[in-house]
C-alpha cells in the first residue's frame, strides 16, 4: 500500500490540504483512504447512545453498522496507543493512503506552512519531509510549492508514489 503524509505545525493548513488533496486524486480516479492522527482526546460517539453506552458499559470494540456506513471504535483501556504500521494494516487496500500529522512517522510526507504562524519548518531537520506547500516563500532545500496549488501538491505526490 502506497502512503504519504502531510505534516506540519498546528493551524498551518494540513487539514484543508488533506481535504483538497482527497478531492484532486480521487477525483483522478484512484482510491484514497485517510489516516489522522489526533494529540488530543478525541470521539466519534455521543452519550445517550446505544454504542456510547455499550463502550461505557465496558466493550472493547464497538462496531456500528448502517446501509449507508460501518464504523469500529476500538477502546484502548490503558493500552499504549498501536504504532501507526498496525493502523494501516486494518485499512482496506486502496490506491493511496494520506496520512496527517504524525510528524515523526518513518513515511515521505509534505509540509503544510503558513507564514502567518510564524511556526518554524520542520523540513529542514527532516529529511522524509520531500517538499513544502506554503503560502509565503521559504527557503528550503526541497520542492515548495504554494498551498494552494492543489493539483501540482498532487502531482509530486502521486510522482513521488509511482502513480
Known amino acids: 500500500m502506497r502512503i504519504y503524509g ?3 505545525w498546528k493551524n ?3 487539514t ?3 481535504e483538497r488533496l482527497v478531492a484532486e486524486i480521487t477525483g483522478r480516479g484512484f482510491k484514497v483512504s485517510t489516516l489522522k492522527h ?3 482526546t478525541f470521539d466519534v460517539d455521543h452519550p445517550g447512545k ?3 453506552r455499550h463502550r461505557t458499559a465496558g466493550a472493547t470494540e ?3 453498522a448502517s446501509g449507508n456506513r460501518w464504523a469500529l471504535m476500538h477502546e484502548l483501556r490503558e493500552a499504549e496507543e498501536p504504532p501507526l504500521e498496525e493502523l494501516l494494516a486494518r485499512l482496506s487496500p486502496v490506491d493511496l493512503v494520506l496520512i496527517e500529522g504524525y ?3 518513518p513515511h515521505p510526507k509534505v509540509e503544510a ?3 502567518e504562524t510564524g511556526s518554524a519548518l520542520i523540513a529542514l531537520g527532516d529529511p522524509l519531509i520531500r517538499a513544502v506547500a506554503s503560502d509565503v516563500p521559504v527557503d528550503a532545500t526541497v520542492p515548495v510549492f504554494d498551498l494552494n496549488d492543489t493539483r501540482a501538491i498532487a502531482d509530486f505526490i502521486l510522482s513521488e508514489v509511482g502513480l
Do not use: E, F, P
Request: proline share 0%; charged share 15%.
Open 6 to 8: 502531510v505534516t506540519g
Open 12 to 14: 498551518n493548513g494540513k
Open 16 to 18: 484543508g490540504l488533506m
Open 38 to 40: 489526533a494529540h488530543h
Open 50 to 52: 446505544d454504542s456510547h
Open 62 to 64: 464497538v462496531l456500528l
Open 103 to 105: 510528524k515523526t512517522g
Open 113 to 115: 506552512h503558513r507564514g
